[in-house]
């Protein structure tokens, strides 16, 4: 079978495609396990050299995912999966309304009618996130059942698709699921535009010994999980039955909840010898006000019940990438 990862030439798609080449089946439309011969990773940007842990099976190509007859040709097969991870970020649909529109709807709704163009319901694993919850009637701990009133164009958008894959996945079109994820940690390479992206930021530049300033004050919480939880949540979720997900197919993964000063916290007591840049507080005020929009604790029974995973502890998150992106040396 084949696998298409749009947004794949991302951190996360990147893993992805690495952790099913290793996985090697998924389940097909057909709901039998399928070998996977092929993987494409579609972006907008293309690394110039082939990333470690991907063989002959994966491919690259580039394109514009607001493009229909574009996206209709990376679903080629019947006999395929897709991961819709091409999204246009929180700061950047904030500051470009049109652009979110653009890539975040209707790259989305392309998505979709390319499946729906399939034979047979090929699975939709689409990555959402919790910022589809917001506004004065927020509870204090947001999940499933919450209703979604967001406060920012990426969340919308996020919360339009989530529909739409409930109910083209009612129709038959398609078999969907909607993983809403929280903030994810530690991103390595350079900071992107999501409003969230300074949380990666606070780990990673102290440990390469960079200083590092907060633009939101220490005691800011928000809900947390690691880019290893979500790359095997993604594949779960895939791998799960249509009769478990029922008529809402999309599921808030589970997170640990914390503070900017417990993530600091946790760095240095996993640091060790590490010298780690300086850390110092700068509030930014439109980081601090999408912050503000956003839930400040979820729960997640229903992943949890699913079997999706999380790490036990933000030392964890904190080991493995040092592990994975940093030698592994304290």
Request: proline share 5%.
């Amino acid at each position: 079978m084949k696998v298409v990862i749009t947004g794949g030439a991302g951190f996360i798609g990147l893993r992805l495609a690495q952790r099913i080449l290793e996985i090697g089946s998924l389940t097909g439309p057909d709901g039998k396990s399928a070998e996977v011969d092929d993987i494409l990773l579609f972006d907008q940007a293309l690394p110039a050299t082939r990333p470690v842990g991907l063989d002959e099976r994966a491919h690259f190509e580039s394109g514009d995912i607001s493009e229909k007859a574009t996206v209709s040709a990376l679903v080629d097969r019947d006999d395929i999966s897709v991961f819709h991870l091409a999204s246009v970020v929180s700061g950047g649909g904030e500051k470009d309304f049109d652009l979110a529109m653009r890539v975040n709807l209707d790259g989305g709704r392309h998505v979709l009618e390319a499946c729906r163009a399939r034979a047979g319901t090929p699975r939709l694993v689409f990555a959402s996130s919790i910022a589809v919850f917001g506004g004065a009637g927020m509870p204090d701990s947001v999940g499933d059942q919450t209703k979604q009133t967001s406060q920012t164009t990426y969340g919308i958008t996020k919360s339009i698709c989530e529909l739409l894959i409930n109910d083209y996945s009612r129709k038959g079109f398609l078999d969907g699921r909607s993983a809403r994820l929280p903030t994810v940690i530690i991103r390595p390479g350079k900071p992107n535009a999501a409003a969230s992206s300074f949380v990666s930021g606070v780990f990673r530049e102290p440990l390469n010994g960079e200083n590092f300033t907060l633009p939101v004050k220490p005691d800011t919480v928000m809900p947390l999980l690691g880019y290893r939880a979500i790359v095997e949540g993604f594949v779960k979720l895939h791998e799960l039955p249509a009769e478990a997900l029922g008529d809402d197919r999309a599921v808030s993964l589970p997170s640990l909840t914390v503070s900017v000063a417990e993530m600091i916290e946790a760095l240095q007591r996993v640091a060790g010898n590490r010298h780690l840049g300086e850390i110092s507080v700068d509030p930014d005020p439109f980081i601090e006000a999408i912050c503000a929009t956003w839930p400040q604790d979820a729960y997640s029974g229903r992943a949890e019940a699913l079997g999706l995973p999380k790490e036990a502890s933000l030392d964890e998150i904190v080991t493995y990438y040092i592990e994975d992106y940093l030698g592994g040396n304290a």
